[in-house]
């Protein structure tokens, strides 16, 4: 296993046991969902029942909150069909 750290720091050109930390995932609220994809809550809401949207994820009571990879991935798969058109 030390071996696989050693040649992957090599690799990147680091020293070796101080890798990078891999990206955070961040979490989007509501607002910040609706604000990047232009959507208001109800056809959000109706697009996820229908499987158009991605859920977001619980974090205690009734608190929800998107990743925003899951965001990002929803954008761009929206953009792309655009450009295939």
């Known amino acids: 296993m030390a071996l696989i750290v050693h040649m992957e720091a090599d690799m990147l050109d680091i020293e070796p046991n101080k890798l990078?930390?891999?990206p955070r995932a961040r979490l989007l609220r509501l607002s910040e969902v609706q604000?990047?994809?232009?959507l208001g809550?109800?056809?959000?809401?109706?697009w996820m029942e229908?499987?158009?949207f991605p859920k977001p994820h619980s974090i205690?009571?009734?608190?929800?909150?998107?990743?925003?990879?899951d965001i990002n991935g929803w954008i761009?798969?929206?953009?792309?069909?655009?450009?295939?058109?």
């Not at 604000?35 to 232009?38: E, F, I, L, S």
């Not at 205690?60 to 990879?69: D, F, H």
């Open 20 to 22: 990078p930390d891999p």
């Open 35 to 38: 604000h990047r994809v232009g």
């Open 41 to 46: 809550r109800s056809t959000i809401y109706r």
């Open 50 to 52: 229908d499987g158009k």
């Open 60 to 69: 205690g009571g009734y608190s929800v909150r998107w990743l925003e990879s």
């Open 76 to 85: 761009t798969s929206k953009t792309s069909l655009d450009a295939t058109s």
